[in-house]
């Protein structure tokens, strides 16, 4: 079946590198995405990436997919107490109409 | 542009009680969708829409209805709320629905059913 894994939760202080990692198990993603939610608010798209890729960048944070062991992980450099938020997996599957499978969500606590 | 816009954003309700969620984007995007957000499960699809007059199941559709009868308003009804049915509801619309296409939320309502 579709399933999106995360863990619930990540700390690190101000300055450091972030990365949060996302496991799912349907191989016909066809794209993968990042979403951040900040408290009270809907969620915001990060960015994404098209299965067939292996790395994303733009600006501070990349992108690294494992197709091999369906794998995605976001990695924020030099992290921001404003990147404080819940970040989502997810991904899509065609299913006669493209299905968005998203994550629990991982919340990142930055600590000044 | 104001983007997807809902009302209300918070709303008590008894048991068995109906209401409607209110959800309107002005970029004339023809995909739209309603979620509901519980914690550690995620994001679920309840109802998406196509285009006007086109709508269909999600995953978890049981306790609702939609209907599309323009591009911009995707409203969703509770017919007899639940507990089960606590949550926060979002509504999310993008160009086309295809893979790559950026889906924009709302703000999303919160909606407690005692």
């Known amino acids: 079946g579709e399933d999106v894994e995360q863990s619930l939760f990540l700390s690190v202080r101000e300055g450091d590198s972030s990365v949060i990692n996302c496991t799912y198990t349907?191989?016909?993603?066809?794209?993968l995405y990042w979403y951040k939610q900040e408290p009270g608010a809907g969620l915001q798209l990060l960015t994404y990436i098209f299965s067939n890729m292996d790395m994303k960048q733009d600006q501070r944070l990349t992108v690294l997919l494992n197709k091999k062991d369906k794998h995605l992980s976001l990695r924020i450099a030099d992290t921001q107490t404003g990147d404080s938020a819940i970040y989502f997996c997810a991904e899509t599957i065609p299913r006669g109409y493209q299905k968005v499978t998203f994550g629990t969500g991982t919340k990142l606590q930055v600590i000044p | 542009n104001a983007g997807v816009t809902q009302t209300p954003k918070f709303q008590v309700l008894k048991t068995g009680q109906s209401m409607t969620l209110q959800c309107a984007q002005d970029m004339n995007h023809e995909y739209m969708s309603w979620y509901r957000q519980d914690p550690g499960m995620g994001l679920r699809l309840i109802h998406y829409?196509?285009?006007?007059?086109?709508?269909d199941q999600g995953e978890v559709p049981n306790g609702y209805n939609v209907s599309r009868s323009t591009t911009e308003d995707f409203p969703l009804r509770l017919l007899s709320a639940a507990p089960s049915q606590t949550s926060v509801y979002f509504c999310?619309?993008?160009?086309?629905?295809?893979?790559?296409?950026?889906?924009?939320f709302g703000p999303g309502t919160r909606l407690t059913v005692t």
């Open positions: 999310a619309s993008s160009y086309s629905g295809t893979g790559g296409d950026e889906q924009y």
């Open positions: 349907d191989s016909s993603s066809t794209y």
């Open positions: 829409s196509v285009g006007a007059g086109i709508t």
